[in-house]
């Protein structure tokens, strides 16, 4: 084989990853938008069953995971898995299932539950089903039990619109989502010290090839959170309106999330703080810091306020 013809095949052979990574990475930016608007699903001048956006926003986040892109990444199979091919997609759905995870669990056990009575039966299955292992194959599959997560969660809003309503309703004092805004800041809290992460728990350094683990990671973090303040705010529309210090503040929550959800660089890089390349780990802290120090003052203000 000439030269030449070694030429050529080396330059189509990086042309074709070239464009296989754009392809991916335009394809990512794709799938990063959820397309669920609230203000289409539910209208502002159409009353609402409390927790039916809540739970409608919840279920749409996991199954635009599981019916978009390429699926449910985390658990492919060895031969052609995220270990294999590219995984940022899968370490990003990683983040969004912890995220889910908590925010289900917040929804059960402190937004529609109250003291004594009796948690709702779906929420439960829901709940329950989001905690399979994500990183499983089958037996059973996350996959299977995501969806059956999903399902439970529509048949929650079913039940609240049920004549009499067969699930329990979202409590929409404002003073009850203290818990979900403290969780969410403690996620927020292990993005960051990831993203400012210099060595693994062995002790050895941290590479430029595991930053973007950390850096897609806490983007799911963020993903979640951003849409389901979206929620929040349609939900406690009338309480928000009685504190409009509060809805500022979540406001200005929803848009550093909304721009950490999105950043989507075509390497995440990790450079010095002085040097000519950009660290990406901690540009995205930068919008993860400034939404968690947001929910610490909202959880101060929804510890005073009477609504």
């Not at 013809?5 to 794709?30: E, P, T, V």
């Not at 539910?42 to 809540?54: C, Q, R, S």
């Not at 004594?116 to 089958?138: C, M």
Request: proline share 5%.
């Amino acid at each position: 084989m000439t030269r030449t013809r070694l030429l050529i095949i080396a330059a189509a052979i990086l042309l074709l990853w070239i464009g296989f990574n754009l392809a991916l990475h335009f394809g990512q930016k794709s799938h990063n938008q959820l397309g669920y608007n609230i203000e289409e699903q539910f209208p502002p001048d159409k009353p609402i069953v409390p927790g039916e956006v809540f739970a409608s926003m919840l279920a749409a986040i996991v199954d635009h995971e599981l019916h978009t892109g390429f699926g449910w990444r985390p658990n492919d199979f060895f031969l052609w898995g995220p270990k294999v091919g590219p995984d940022n997609n899968a370490d990003r759905q990683l983040g969004i299932i912890q995220a889910v995870r908590e925010t289900t669990r917040i929804f059960k056990d402190n937004l529609t539950k109250v003291s004594s009575n009796q948690y709702d039966p779906n929420l439960v299955i829901a709940d329950t089903d989001f905690r399979n292992d994500a990183l499983k194959w089958i037996l059973p599959a996350p996959e299977t039990k995501y969806a059956d997560g999903v399902e439970h969660l529509q048949l929650y809003v079913k039940g609240l619109r049920d004549k009499p309503p067969t699930s329990r309703e979202l409590n929409i004092r404002a003073v009850e989502l203290v818990r979900l805004v403290q969780t969410w800041t403690d996620l927020l809290g292990d993005a960051h010290a990831n993203l400012y992460r210099m060595k693994l728990d062995d002790g050895s350094a941290v590479h430029s090839w595991d930053c973007d683990h950390y850096f897609y990671h806490a983007q799911g973090y963020a993903h979640v959170m951003f849409h389901m303040i979206q929620a929040i705010e349609r939900e406690y529309s009338l309480t928000f309106k009685d504190d409009p210090i509060l809805k500022t503040m979540f406001d200005e929550t929803e848009d550093a999330l909304g721009k950490a959800a999105v950043l989507k660089p075509l390497i995440v890089l990790n450079g010095s703080p002085g040097g000519l390349f950009a660290n990406h780990r901690r540009n995205l802290d930068a919008y993860i810091s400034e939404a968690r120090q947001k929910m610490y003052s909202i959880r101060e203000e929804l510890q005073r306020s009477p609504l």
